[in-house]
Protein backbone atom coordinates (compact mmCIF):
# COMPACT_ATOMS: atom_id res chain seq x y z
CA UNK A 1 0.00 0.00 0.00
CA UNK A 2 1.49 3.55 -1.19
CA UNK A 3 -1.21 5.62 0.71
CA UNK A 4 0.80 5.42 4.05
CA UNK A 5 4.04 6.04 2.61
CA UNK A 6 3.31 9.71 0.64
CA UNK A 7 1.13 10.68 3.51
CA UNK A 8 4.18 9.59 5.85
CA UNK A 9 6.43 11.94 3.17
CA UNK A 10 4.44 14.79 3.19
CA UNK A 11 3.90 14.92 6.81
CA UNK A 12 7.76 14.81 7.37
CA UNK A 13 8.14 17.18 4.96
CA UNK A 14 6.27 19.65 6.45
CA UNK A 15 8.19 19.51 9.70
CA UNK A 16 11.07 22.20 8.73
CA UNK A 17 8.12 24.98 8.76
CA UNK A 18 7.95 24.58 12.19
CA UNK A 19 8.95 27.72 13.86
CA UNK A 20 12.99 28.13 15.13
CA UNK A 21 12.27 29.93 18.58
CA UNK A 22 12.39 27.23 20.57
CA UNK A 23 8.86 27.75 22.88
CA UNK A 24 7.29 27.71 19.95
CA UNK A 25 8.64 25.19 18.44
CA UNK A 26 7.55 22.88 21.26
CA UNK A 27 4.11 24.40 21.14
CA UNK A 28 3.91 24.05 17.02
CA UNK A 29 5.11 20.00 18.03
CA UNK A 30 1.94 19.76 20.05
CA UNK A 31 -0.21 21.46 17.56
CA UNK A 32 0.84 19.62 14.49
CA UNK A 33 0.60 16.46 16.91
CA UNK A 34 -3.46 17.03 17.05
CA UNK A 35 -3.51 17.80 13.60
CA UNK A 36 -1.94 14.53 12.69
CA UNK A 37 -4.48 12.93 14.71
CA UNK A 38 -7.67 13.06 12.60
CA UNK A 39 -5.90 11.33 9.76
CA UNK A 40 -3.49 8.39 11.69
CA UNK A 41 -1.94 6.15 8.84
CA UNK A 42 -2.34 3.78 11.65
CA UNK A 43 -6.20 2.97 10.57
CA UNK A 44 -4.69 1.18 7.55
CA UNK A 45 -2.02 -1.58 9.76
CA UNK A 46 -5.48 -1.98 11.88
CA UNK A 47 -7.49 -2.83 8.75
CA UNK A 48 -4.61 -5.07 7.16
CA UNK A 49 -4.53 -6.90 11.32
CA UNK A 50 -8.49 -7.62 11.06
CA UNK A 51 -8.38 -9.10 7.83
CA UNK A 52 -5.20 -11.19 8.85
CA UNK A 53 -6.94 -12.34 12.12
CA UNK A 54 -9.34 -14.10 10.07
CA UNK A 55 -7.38 -15.08 7.30
CA UNK A 56 -6.37 -18.74 7.49
CA UNK A 57 -2.33 -19.24 7.40
CA UNK A 58 0.28 -21.55 8.40
CA UNK A 59 1.08 -24.92 8.51
CA UNK A 60 -2.25 -25.62 9.99
CA UNK A 61 -4.11 -23.30 7.41
CA UNK A 62 -6.00 -21.76 10.01
CA UNK A 63 -7.11 -18.06 11.24
CA UNK A 64 -6.51 -16.61 14.43
CA UNK A 65 -10.17 -16.21 15.26
CA UNK A 66 -10.12 -18.76 18.40
CA UNK A 67 -6.52 -17.34 20.01
CA UNK A 68 -7.33 -16.42 23.63
CA UNK A 69 -5.75 -13.19 24.37
CA UNK A 70 -6.81 -13.69 28.10
CA UNK A 71 -10.75 -13.10 28.15
CA UNK A 72 -11.53 -16.16 26.17
CA UNK A 73 -10.93 -17.85 22.57
CA UNK A 74 -11.65 -15.20 19.71
CA UNK A 75 -12.34 -12.29 22.64
CA UNK A 76 -10.67 -8.77 21.31
CA UNK A 77 -12.78 -6.21 22.65
CA UNK A 78 -10.80 -5.02 25.62
CA UNK A 79 -8.18 -7.32 25.59
CA UNK A 80 -5.21 -4.96 25.15
CA UNK A 81 -5.98 -2.98 28.19
CA UNK A 82 -6.04 -5.98 30.32
CA UNK A 83 -2.51 -7.52 29.47
CA UNK A 84 0.15 -8.59 30.74
CA UNK A 85 -1.38 -11.59 32.68
CA UNK A 86 -0.46 -14.80 33.09
CA UNK A 87 -1.97 -17.73 30.44
CA UNK A 88 -2.50 -21.29 32.34
CA UNK A 89 -1.69 -22.82 29.29
CA UNK A 90 1.85 -21.82 28.68
CA UNK A 91 1.99 -20.76 32.76
CA UNK A 92 3.92 -17.50 31.48
CA UNK A 93 2.79 -13.88 31.89
CA UNK A 94 2.81 -12.70 28.04
CA UNK A 95 1.71 -9.22 26.66
CA UNK A 96 -0.16 -8.96 23.53
CA UNK A 97 2.81 -9.27 20.97
CA UNK A 98 3.98 -12.64 22.94
CA UNK A 99 0.55 -14.26 23.60
CA UNK A 100 0.17 -14.16 19.22
CA UNK A 101 3.85 -15.61 19.19
CA UNK A 102 1.45 -19.07 21.15
CA UNK A 103 -1.49 -18.78 19.13
CA UNK A 104 0.43 -18.82 15.87
CA UNK A 105 2.41 -21.64 16.54
CA UNK A 106 -0.36 -23.00 18.77
CA UNK A 107 -3.14 -22.72 15.87
CA UNK A 108 -1.15 -22.18 13.37
CA UNK A 109 0.95 -24.33 13.34
CA UNK A 110 4.05 -22.43 12.55
CA UNK A 111 7.28 -22.49 14.45
CA UNK A 112 8.45 -20.84 17.33
CA UNK A 113 11.50 -19.17 15.66
CA UNK A 114 8.98 -18.41 12.76
CA UNK A 115 6.57 -16.56 14.65
CA UNK A 116 9.12 -14.99 16.13
CA UNK A 117 10.83 -13.51 13.24
CA UNK A 118 9.25 -11.45 10.33
CA UNK A 119 8.93 -14.64 7.58
CA UNK A 120 5.27 -13.38 6.20
CA UNK A 121 6.16 -10.50 4.98
CA UNK A 122 5.94 -9.17 1.26
CA UNK A 123 8.38 -8.05 -1.22
CA UNK A 124 10.87 -5.84 -0.82
CA UNK A 125 14.09 -5.77 0.57
CA UNK A 126 14.16 -5.78 4.04
CA UNK A 127 15.92 -3.39 6.36
CA UNK A 128 17.06 -5.72 8.69
CA UNK A 129 16.12 -8.54 8.12
CA UNK A 130 15.98 -10.30 11.75
CA UNK A 131 13.96 -7.72 13.19
CA UNK A 132 10.14 -8.95 14.18
CA UNK A 133 9.52 -5.03 13.19
CA UNK A 134 8.55 -3.76 10.06
CA UNK A 135 10.90 -1.31 7.90
CA UNK A 136 11.23 -0.40 4.33
CA UNK A 137 9.59 -2.69 2.24
CA UNK A 138 9.08 -4.79 4.46
CA UNK A 139 5.23 -5.65 6.14
CA UNK A 140 5.50 -7.21 9.39
CA UNK A 141 2.45 -9.39 10.33
CA UNK A 142 2.81 -9.11 13.63
CA UNK A 143 2.91 -5.12 13.76
CA UNK A 144 -0.39 -5.33 11.72
CA UNK A 145 -2.26 -7.80 13.92
CA UNK A 146 -1.05 -5.68 17.08
CA UNK A 147 -2.57 -2.46 15.58
CA UNK A 148 -5.90 -3.86 15.04
CA UNK A 149 -5.85 -5.71 18.60
CA UNK A 150 -4.86 -2.55 20.74
CA UNK A 151 -7.52 -0.27 18.29
CA UNK A 152 -10.29 -2.98 19.91
CA UNK A 153 -9.13 -1.34 23.29
CA UNK A 154 -9.30 2.15 22.75
CA UNK A 155 -11.31 4.35 25.02
CA UNK A 156 -10.94 1.48 27.53
CA UNK A 157 -9.16 2.05 31.03
CA UNK A 158 -5.91 0.30 31.35
CA UNK A 159 -6.10 -2.52 33.94
CA UNK A 160 -3.29 -5.02 34.38
CA UNK A 161 -4.46 -8.31 36.36
CA UNK A 162 -1.92 -8.24 39.38
CA UNK A 163 -3.74 -11.51 41.31
CA UNK A 164 -1.71 -14.23 40.02
CA UNK A 165 2.06 -14.39 41.68
CA UNK A 166 3.30 -14.88 37.96
CA UNK A 167 2.28 -11.52 37.49
CA UNK A 168 3.13 -9.87 40.65
CA UNK A 169 6.91 -11.53 39.56
CA UNK A 170 6.96 -10.08 36.82
CA UNK A 171 6.06 -6.39 38.04
CA UNK A 172 8.61 -6.96 40.82
CA UNK A 173 11.39 -8.00 38.17
CA UNK A 174 10.63 -4.95 35.68
CA UNK A 175 10.88 -2.92 38.27
CA UNK A 176 14.30 -3.85 39.30
CA UNK A 177 14.99 -3.91 35.46
CA UNK A 178 14.00 -0.46 35.38
CA UNK A 179 16.78 0.62 37.69
CA UNK A 180 19.29 -1.85 36.18
CA UNK A 181 22.64 0.45 34.79
CA UNK A 182 24.95 -1.03 32.88
CA UNK A 183 26.93 -1.07 29.95
CA UNK A 184 29.44 1.45 28.84
CA UNK A 185 27.46 4.60 28.88
CA UNK A 186 25.99 3.46 32.73
CA UNK A 187 22.54 3.71 31.43
CA UNK A 188 19.38 2.43 32.68
CA UNK A 189 15.57 3.30 31.74
CA UNK A 190 15.15 5.38 34.81
CA UNK A 191 18.60 7.52 33.61
CA UNK A 192 15.74 9.03 31.01
CA UNK A 193 12.01 8.50 32.72
CA UNK A 194 13.31 9.01 36.93
CA UNK A 195 12.68 12.69 36.60
CA UNK A 196 9.93 15.02 35.74
CA UNK A 197 9.84 17.21 32.88
CA UNK A 198 13.06 16.76 30.99
CA UNK A 199 13.83 16.31 27.79
CA UNK A 200 16.53 14.26 25.09
CA UNK A 201 17.04 17.57 22.89
CA UNK A 202 13.52 18.33 22.07
CA UNK A 203 11.88 15.02 22.93
CA UNK A 204 9.91 15.04 26.13
CA UNK A 205 10.73 12.34 28.51
CA UNK A 206 7.73 10.67 30.45
CA UNK A 207 8.86 10.01 33.88
CA UNK A 208 7.60 6.36 34.53
CA UNK A 209 6.77 6.30 37.98
CA UNK A 210 4.88 9.05 37.67
CA UNK A 211 1.27 7.86 36.81
CA UNK A 212 -0.08 10.54 34.71
CA UNK A 213 3.04 10.53 32.43
CA UNK A 214 3.31 6.88 32.46
CA UNK A 215 -0.51 6.33 31.37
CA UNK A 216 -0.11 8.92 28.53
CA UNK A 217 2.83 6.93 27.52
CA UNK A 218 1.52 3.28 27.93
CA UNK A 219 -1.70 4.52 26.51
CA UNK A 220 0.02 5.68 23.20
CA UNK A 221 1.60 2.76 21.88
CA UNK A 222 1.65 1.13 19.73
CA UNK A 223 1.74 4.31 17.51
CA UNK A 224 2.75 5.65 13.94
CA UNK A 225 5.86 7.15 14.09
CA UNK A 226 6.17 9.93 11.36
CA UNK A 227 9.82 10.30 11.72
CA UNK A 228 10.01 6.59 10.72
CA UNK A 229 6.81 5.98 8.44
CA UNK A 230 6.27 2.92 10.14
CA UNK A 231 3.82 1.49 13.17
CA UNK A 232 5.19 0.94 16.24
CA UNK A 233 4.80 -1.52 18.85
CA UNK A 234 4.86 -1.59 22.93
CA UNK A 235 7.66 -4.65 21.98
CA UNK A 236 9.81 -2.18 19.22
CA UNK A 237 9.74 0.57 21.95
CA UNK A 238 11.55 -1.46 24.98
CA UNK A 239 13.95 -2.64 22.01
CA UNK A 240 14.90 0.66 20.69
CA UNK A 241 15.38 2.19 23.96
CA UNK A 242 17.31 -1.00 25.23
CA UNK A 243 19.21 -0.08 21.66
CA UNK A 244 20.12 3.62 22.40
CA UNK A 245 20.93 2.04 26.25
CA UNK A 246 23.62 0.51 24.16
CA UNK A 247 23.06 -2.84 26.02
CA UNK A 248 23.28 -5.67 23.60
CA UNK A 249 20.47 -6.28 21.63
CA UNK A 250 16.84 -7.12 24.16
CA UNK A 251 15.34 -10.20 22.42
CA UNK A 252 11.62 -9.93 21.15
CA UNK A 253 9.04 -11.87 23.12
CA UNK A 254 11.35 -12.25 25.72
CA UNK A 255 10.54 -12.50 29.66
CA UNK A 256 12.74 -9.42 30.38
CA UNK A 257 10.60 -7.48 27.37
CA UNK A 258 7.56 -8.88 28.86
CA UNK A 259 8.34 -8.13 32.63
CA UNK A 260 9.34 -4.34 31.90
CA UNK A 261 5.68 -3.82 29.77
CA UNK A 262 4.24 -5.17 33.13
CA UNK A 263 5.69 -3.09 35.30
CA UNK A 264 5.04 0.27 32.86
CA UNK A 265 1.23 -1.28 32.52
CA UNK A 266 0.97 -1.48 36.14
CA UNK A 267 2.44 2.34 36.43
CA UNK A 268 -0.33 2.91 34.02
CA UNK A 269 -3.38 1.59 35.78
CA UNK A 270 -6.29 3.81 35.51
CA UNK A 271 -5.58 5.47 32.84
CA UNK A 272 -7.37 5.70 29.30
CA UNK A 273 -5.63 3.82 26.43
CA UNK A 274 -5.88 5.62 23.04
CA UNK A 275 -4.01 3.73 20.72
CA UNK A 276 -2.77 3.17 18.26
CA UNK A 277 -2.05 6.56 18.30
CA UNK A 278 0.55 9.03 16.22
CA UNK A 279 4.05 9.92 16.98
CA UNK A 280 6.98 12.43 16.13
CA UNK B 1 24.25 -20.12 37.04
CA UNK B 2 23.12 -22.44 39.18
CA UNK B 3 20.17 -21.55 41.17
CA UNK B 4 21.38 -22.02 44.78
CA UNK B 5 24.48 -19.76 43.58
CA UNK B 6 22.13 -16.83 41.93
CA UNK B 7 19.88 -17.45 45.41
CA UNK B 8 23.08 -16.86 47.34
CA UNK B 9 23.70 -13.65 45.15
CA UNK B 10 20.45 -12.33 45.24
CA UNK B 11 20.31 -13.02 49.50
CA UNK B 12 23.69 -11.33 49.64
CA UNK B 13 22.62 -8.43 47.97
CA UNK B 14 19.54 -7.91 50.13
CA UNK B 15 21.40 -7.83 53.40
CA UNK B 16 24.17 -5.17 51.82
CA UNK B 17 21.44 -3.19 50.14
CA UNK B 18 18.94 -3.49 53.53
CA UNK B 19 16.73 -2.85 51.00
CA UNK B 20 14.52 0.50 52.12
CA UNK B 21 12.68 0.88 49.05
CA UNK B 22 9.80 -0.70 48.07
CA UNK B 23 7.90 -1.79 50.97
CA UNK B 24 5.00 -3.47 49.39
CA UNK B 25 7.31 -6.63 48.71
CA UNK B 26 8.39 -9.18 51.81
CA UNK B 27 11.64 -10.71 52.00
CA UNK B 28 10.69 -13.53 50.53
CA UNK B 29 9.43 -11.86 47.39
CA UNK B 30 12.40 -9.62 47.18
CA UNK B 31 14.54 -12.40 46.97
CA UNK B 32 12.51 -14.33 44.31
CA UNK B 33 12.24 -11.04 42.38
CA UNK B 34 16.41 -11.06 42.12
CA UNK B 35 16.77 -14.35 40.86
CA UNK B 36 13.98 -13.64 38.23
CA UNK B 37 15.67 -10.53 37.09
CA UNK B 38 19.62 -12.63 37.21
CA UNK B 39 17.91 -14.68 35.01
CA UNK B 40 16.48 -12.69 32.34
CA UNK B 41 19.66 -10.70 32.17
CA UNK B 42 20.90 -13.88 31.17
CA UNK B 43 18.19 -14.95 28.76
CA UNK B 44 16.75 -12.40 27.12
CA UNK B 45 19.44 -10.60 25.92
CA UNK B 46 21.76 -11.66 23.08
CA UNK B 47 24.92 -10.18 21.48
CA UNK B 48 24.82 -8.12 18.41
CA UNK B 49 27.63 -5.94 16.40
CA UNK B 50 29.34 -4.48 18.96
CA UNK B 51 27.08 -5.06 22.19
CA UNK B 52 28.53 -7.62 23.78
CA UNK B 53 26.34 -9.74 26.13
CA UNK B 54 28.83 -9.00 28.59
CA UNK B 55 27.73 -5.08 28.94
CA UNK B 56 25.26 -6.46 31.18
CA UNK B 57 27.74 -7.69 33.68
CA UNK B 58 27.70 -4.77 36.90
CA UNK B 59 30.49 -2.73 37.85
CA UNK B 60 30.60 -2.06 41.60
CA UNK B 61 29.16 1.19 41.24
CA UNK B 62 26.54 0.40 38.90
CA UNK B 63 25.06 -2.72 40.83
CA UNK B 64 25.20 0.05 43.64
CA UNK B 65 23.56 2.92 41.37
CA UNK B 66 20.60 0.21 40.75
CA UNK B 67 20.31 -1.57 43.60
CA UNK B 68 19.61 1.21 45.90
CA UNK B 69 17.57 3.34 42.83
CA UNK B 70 20.30 6.26 42.81
CA UNK B 71 19.74 7.23 46.54
CA UNK B 72 22.60 5.76 48.27
CA UNK B 73 23.24 4.65 51.89
CA UNK B 74 24.89 6.99 54.12
CA UNK B 75 28.69 6.64 53.21
CA UNK B 76 28.12 4.77 49.81
CA UNK B 77 28.62 8.34 47.86
CA UNK B 78 31.86 8.89 49.65
CA UNK B 79 33.19 5.39 48.99
CA UNK B 80 32.10 5.58 44.89
CA UNK B 81 33.86 8.50 44.65
CA UNK B 82 36.79 8.20 46.39
CA UNK B 83 37.27 4.66 43.91
CA UNK B 84 36.17 6.48 40.86
CA UNK B 85 38.42 9.11 41.51
CA UNK B 86 41.72 6.94 41.50
CA UNK B 87 40.54 5.96 37.74
CA UNK B 88 41.22 9.31 35.95
CA UNK B 89 43.67 9.10 33.71
CA UNK B 90 45.34 12.63 32.80
CA UNK B 91 46.79 13.12 29.21
CA UNK B 92 50.88 12.08 29.28
CA UNK B 93 51.53 14.97 27.28
CA UNK B 94 49.51 17.64 30.41
CA UNK B 95 47.62 19.33 28.00
CA UNK B 96 43.79 19.48 29.08
CA UNK B 97 42.38 22.15 26.46
CA UNK B 98 42.10 20.87 22.55
CA UNK B 99 40.38 22.62 20.10
CA UNK B 100 36.79 23.77 21.09
CA UNK B 101 35.60 23.65 16.99
CA UNK B 102 36.25 19.91 17.65
CA UNK B 103 34.81 20.07 20.64
CA UNK B 104 31.50 21.10 19.03
CA UNK B 105 31.69 18.78 16.97
CA UNK B 106 32.66 15.70 19.55
CA UNK B 107 29.35 17.56 21.71
CA UNK B 108 26.82 17.17 18.91
CA UNK B 109 27.48 13.60 17.85
CA UNK B 110 25.46 10.77 19.55
CA UNK B 111 27.17 8.21 17.66
CA UNK B 112 28.58 5.10 19.38
CA UNK B 113 28.29 2.02 21.43
CA UNK B 114 24.76 1.24 19.91
CA UNK B 115 25.11 -2.41 17.82
CA UNK B 116 23.92 -0.27 14.75
CA UNK B 117 26.64 1.49 15.16
CA UNK B 118 30.22 0.70 12.97
CA UNK B 119 32.98 0.00 15.91
CA UNK B 120 34.99 1.96 14.11
CA UNK B 121 33.69 4.97 13.85
CA UNK B 122 34.75 7.43 16.88
CA UNK B 123 32.03 7.82 19.55
CA UNK B 124 30.69 11.31 20.09
CA UNK B 125 29.89 12.86 23.62
CA UNK B 126 25.96 13.03 22.70
CA UNK B 127 26.14 15.85 24.68
CA UNK B 128 23.52 18.12 23.20
CA UNK B 129 21.24 15.51 24.12
CA UNK B 130 21.27 16.14 28.17
CA UNK B 131 22.76 19.80 27.82
CA UNK B 132 22.48 23.15 26.84
CA UNK B 133 26.00 24.23 25.59
CA UNK B 134 26.18 27.00 22.94
CA UNK B 135 23.34 29.69 22.77
CA UNK B 136 23.45 28.87 19.25
CA UNK B 137 21.93 25.41 19.10
CA UNK B 138 18.38 24.94 20.61
CA UNK B 139 17.86 21.41 20.08
CA UNK B 140 18.89 20.29 23.50
CA UNK B 141 18.19 18.32 26.26
CA UNK B 142 17.69 18.95 29.92
CA UNK B 143 18.47 16.29 31.78
CA UNK B 144 21.82 17.46 32.44
CA UNK B 145 22.01 21.24 33.64
CA UNK B 146 22.90 23.72 31.51
CA UNK B 147 26.96 24.56 30.51
CA UNK B 148 26.27 27.84 28.66
CA UNK B 149 29.21 30.14 30.30
CA UNK B 150 30.54 27.74 31.60
CA UNK B 151 34.14 29.06 31.44
CA UNK B 152 33.02 32.38 31.58
CA UNK B 153 31.74 31.77 34.97
CA UNK B 154 34.82 29.77 36.38
CA UNK B 155 37.57 31.10 34.03
CA UNK B 156 40.33 28.44 33.01
CA UNK B 157 43.11 28.06 35.44
CA UNK B 158 44.80 24.48 35.73
CA UNK B 159 42.35 23.10 38.50
CA UNK B 160 38.99 24.24 36.71
CA UNK B 161 40.61 22.26 33.42
CA UNK B 162 41.45 19.36 35.69
CA UNK B 163 38.01 19.42 37.23
CA UNK B 164 36.23 19.51 33.66
CA UNK B 165 38.56 17.09 32.02
CA UNK B 166 38.34 14.54 35.06
CA UNK B 167 34.20 15.16 35.35
CA UNK B 168 33.70 13.90 31.65
CA UNK B 169 36.55 11.17 31.99
CA UNK B 170 34.46 9.72 34.44
CA UNK B 171 31.10 11.91 36.39
CA UNK B 172 30.78 9.94 38.95
CA UNK B 173 34.00 10.59 40.82
CA UNK B 174 32.58 13.96 41.84
CA UNK B 175 28.74 12.54 42.07
CA UNK B 176 28.21 9.05 42.59
CA UNK B 177 25.55 7.40 40.62
CA UNK B 178 25.69 10.45 37.94
CA UNK B 179 22.84 9.95 34.82
CA UNK B 180 26.33 11.15 33.13
CA UNK B 181 28.47 7.95 31.76
CA UNK B 182 31.98 8.10 32.53
CA UNK B 183 32.92 8.69 29.30
CA UNK B 184 36.88 8.12 29.63
CA UNK B 185 36.85 5.68 32.24
CA UNK B 186 34.67 3.18 29.78
CA UNK B 187 36.71 4.05 26.53
CA UNK B 188 33.59 6.09 24.91
CA UNK B 189 35.92 8.84 24.53
CA UNK B 190 39.54 9.06 23.75
CA UNK B 191 41.88 11.45 25.92
CA UNK B 192 42.58 13.55 23.12
CA UNK B 193 38.35 14.24 22.46
CA UNK B 194 37.70 15.01 25.64
CA UNK B 195 40.32 17.66 25.52
CA UNK B 196 38.17 18.97 22.97
CA UNK B 197 35.09 19.15 25.20
CA UNK B 198 37.59 20.39 27.66
CA UNK B 199 38.19 23.52 25.37
CA UNK B 200 34.42 23.75 24.17
CA UNK B 201 33.31 24.52 27.93
CA UNK B 202 36.44 26.55 28.86
CA UNK B 203 38.29 28.49 25.93
CA UNK B 204 37.18 31.84 26.09
CA UNK B 205 36.78 31.95 22.80
CA UNK B 206 33.88 29.41 22.21
CA UNK B 207 30.74 30.07 21.60
CA UNK B 208 29.47 28.84 24.86
CA UNK B 209 31.79 31.26 26.46
CA UNK B 210 30.85 34.78 24.39
Not at chain 1, 104 to 119: D, I, S, W
Not at chain 1, 239 to 244: A, L, P, S, T
Not at chain 2, 157 to 177: D, H, L, P, R
Request: hydrophobic share 35%; with cysteine.
Amino acid sequence: MRIDRVLAGVLVAMLPCLSPAQQDTLKEIDRYRQLLQESNPAELYEARGEELWKTRRGPKNASLERCDLGLGPGVVKGAYVRLPRHFGDTDRVQDAESRLVTCMVTLQGFTLEEAKRNPFSGTGVPMITTDPFSGVGQRSVMTDLIAWIASQSRGMTIAPPMSHPKERLAYQAGERLFYYRAGPYDFGCVTCHGEEGKRIRLQNLPKMTNAKDAQRAFGTWPGYRVSEGELRSMQWRMWECVRQMRFPELEFASDASIALITYLAKQAEGGTFDAPAIKR
Amino acid sequence: MQPKMILALALSGICVAGCATRPSDSEAERAVAEIAVAEMIEASFKTRGQAAIDRLKQDDAQALCSRHSGELPKGASEGIEKAQQATIRYPSSGKLMGDWREGERIAQSGAGKQFTDAPTRPAGGSCYNCHQISKQELSFGTIGPSLYQFGRQRGASEAIQKYTYGKIYNSEAFTACSNMPRFGYNGVLTEEQITHLVALLLDPDSPVNK
